[in-house]
């Protein structure tokens, strides 16, 4: 038996930058390059690692926390030099990697164009998204595209978890004693931070 990963976060050189400029803080950037560096490799290093830890496959995908805080034209740009790279990845080790499409949902209509030619023509298993973007819920119906061709080509949406929206975190949890057990995401706006739960200390 096989042992397949799906949740293998990859990035860009050109993703990290973009990233960089929206940035107000780094508070970790020792963890920060050793985590870049990790993300980055979709060769030989990750394979190394793949095999210390017994894993036959994985499904690659961007860890793209913070592509909905950049300008759509600009996140819809790096979505697809991402897809390209993931494809490169791919073709260059197929019997160890195969990729999620990362979308750009700002752009919904082009998010759903990159996502069929991600699938039909680059051959990846679906795509990869976050519970929110930019504060909207996945039942907003600017995202239907995206599940129309989901549904069409007959390939799986990974959820991403994220912790919740602002208001939704208000609704369920304000009032409530102690900490909230989130995890403070390590690429977002506010800066690259280590995992933390708040909930474990």
Not at 86 to 91: D, E, F, N, Q, S
Not at 159 to 166: C, E, T
Request: glycine share 8%; aromatic share 6%.
């Amino acid at each position: 038996m096989r042992t397949i990963t799906l949740e293998e976060h990859i990035s860009t050189p050109a993703f990290l930058e973009a990233l960089a400029r929206i940035q107000t803080d780094v508070s970790s950037p020792d963890f920060a390059r050793v985590m870049h560096a990790k993300l980055l490799d979709i060769g030989d290093g990750r394979i190394a690692d793949m095999d210390a830890a017994g894993i036959d496959m994985q499904i690659l995908s961007l860890a793209g926390n913070g592509l909905d805080k950049l300008e759509p034209a600009t996140a819809t740009a790096l979505a697809r030099d991402t897809n390209d790279r993931l494809a490169a990845a791919v073709r260059a080790h197929p019997d160890r990697f195969a990729a999620f499409a990362t979308l750009a949902l700002l752009e919904p209509e082009k998010a759903a164009v990159e996502f069929e030619r991600c699938v039909g023509q680059l051959g990846f298993k679906g795509a990869l998204v976050n519970g929110t973007t930019n504060g909207l819920l996945l039942d907003d119906k600017r995202f239907t595209p995206i599940f129309e061709i989901a549904q069409a080509l007959d390939v799986p949406i990974y959820l991403h978890p994220a912790s919740p929206p602002g208001p939704v975190q208000q609704a369920y949890y304000d009032g409530l004693p102690g900490p909230l057990g989130f995890f403070s995401p390590p690429l977002v706006g506010d800066g690259m931070r280590r995992w933390e739960c708040t909930a474990c200390d």
